[in-house]
């Protein structure tokens, strides 16, 4: 069975793609399309493990890939065959800081005593740089824009029907739809949830309809996760969509009516959404076990002693390897059973100290710094695209990369494979609007400079 599921993958890299590739050469709806998956397989991970290690708890378990590499592959190809008609960028903006972000991890192996582990991880933020790569290059125009929010808006529908379906059909208490965490669905819905509401509060549009209900059902799924953090930094996310919307006085006249009423609607649907769940939130936080934080807090020691012990870290993907005996990182945390040979310490609920654990304090300054780089990269095109109808994107980028960061105090979530894929989207949507303003692409301030 394993082999015939290898089987099935080669075929489909092997013929997928280059078939993919000509019809696309043919096809506008088909480039579309792969455009589309490109980005869809990114919630719903279709992909196989080779030399899988499915019991190992770290961050990644296998060689992955999967059909969003192959969907990718299929838009590289296309980068590369129009290099003479759009140039490729070959070194993107923030390719240097990940580049060294990727090669302090890459020396961390040396500390590492289960190299196979290293080498998931290290497999792993290969294919997230093609993936910014061939998105930084391939975006182009205002059109493609719209595919890409077109692209969104059916995401969110399926992860909403999902989401319903697990709590509706199959009682579960916390809903993570297609995602393997309910953190990795707040932290991915928050990111595209955040961008429907901004398209809705800043784009003069005769589908506003269309984009409240996406908006809605975004809601409706980080409340289904019943995810203390992702609830309240939600609320902060959208908090910070609409004021900032309301404070950039869009001269749209039919805008500024629709926030208006937003501002009444809103907080009324809400509250109506609130009050139906208050039984089922309010019992999540009032039955939060006292053992979960005091959990937390000793392995955030264990990290740090980690960090502390050695300048590279303990190991890429070390972590959930060197946290159990006969390593001495965890002797402050008491197994539940002492007589139970298998059982295992989990990972340090933060992905600032997972990495300083794992490959050094000084890549976590370099990693930190990649962050702050497109944080600021964003901010400054938001400025710049005064007048544009495309200033939305820096809106909700600005809410909700404001958000992820902080959730990643309190998660490792970032370095789930289906929210590292969204935010290397999120970087090459940034580099991508940088180009754009400089090159007049985008109607705004910048634009208006150069004539």
Not at 6 to 33: A, D, Q, R, W
Not at 242 to 247: E, H, M, P
Not at 258 to 276: C, D, M, Q, S
Request: charged share 15%.
């Amino acid at each position: 069975m394993t082999e015939f599921k290898y089987l099935i993958f080669f075929m489909t890299l092997i013929i997928g793609v280059p078939l993919g590739y000509l019809c696309c050469l043919h096809s506008k709806n088909c480039e579309k399309l792969v455009f589309f998956l490109v980005i869809f397989f990114t919630c719903d991970m279709v992909d196989i493990n080779f030399v899988s290690m499915e019991t190992y708890r770290g961050t990644t378990r296998g060689f992955e890939f999967g059909m969003v590499d192959i969907s990718l592959y299929i838009l590289l190809s296309l980068v590369l065959k129009r290099r003479h008609q759009l140039p490729i960028d070959w070194f993107p903006m923030g390719s240097s800081l990940y580049l060294l972000y990727f090669l302090f991890s890459l020396a961390s192996i040396i500390n590492a005593d289960v190299g196979i582990y290293s080498a998931f991880e290290i497999l792993k933020m290969c294919r997230m740089y093609v993936y910014f790569w061939t998105i930084a290059n391939y975006l182009r125009n205002e059109q493609q824009l719209q595919w890409l929010m077109t692209t969104i808006g059916a995401i969110i529908i399926y992860i909403f029907f999902s989401v319903m379906k697990q709590k509706y059909l199959l009682g579960m208490f916390q809903c993570k739809g297609p995602f393997p965490h309910q953190n990795s669905l707040v932290m991915y819905v928050s990111i595209f949830g955040s961008m429907a509401h901004a398209y809705l509060l800043n784009v003069a549009s005769s589908r506003s309809w269309f984009w409240f209900t996406i908006f809605g059902m975004a809601s409706i799924c980080i409340l289904a996760t019943l995810s203390r953090a992702g609830l309240a930094l939600f609320i902060l996310n959208s908090l910070m969509v609409f004021f900032i919307s309301v404070c950039s006085k869009q001269s749209n006249a039919k805008v500024r009516k629709r926030h208006l009423i937003l501002l009444i609607i809103l907080p009324l649907a809400g509250t109506l959404v609130l009050i139906k769940a208050s039984d089922t939130i309010m019992e999540r936080f009032l039955s939060a076990p006292e053992e979960s934080k005091i959990v937390r807090i000793r392995l955030a020691k264990a990290a740090l002693y980690m960090a502390n012990d050695k300048v590279l870290g303990v190991g890429l993907n070390n972590f959930a390897h060197k946290i159990n005996p006969p390593y001495s990182y965890s002797s402050h945390i008491p197994m539940v059973d002492d007589n139970d040979p298998d059982e295992k310490h989990g990972l340090v609920e933060t992905v600032y100290l997972m990495i300083a654990a794992e490959t050094g304090w000084l890549n976590l300054i370099v990693f930190i710094s990649l962050l702050l780089f497109f944080y600021i990269k964003n901010i400054k095109n938001y400025f710049r695209l005064k007048g544009s109808q495309s200033r939305y994107i820096s809106i909700a980028l600005i809410a909700s990369l404001t958000c992820i960061y902080l959730q990643s105090t309190l998660e490792w979530v970032l370095k789930q494979t289906n929210n590292f894929y969204q935010l290397m989207l999120v970087f090459a949507l940034i580099a991508t609007m940088d180009r754009m303003i400089q090159t007049g692409e985008l109607h705004g301030q910048a634009k208006r400079k150069r004539c």
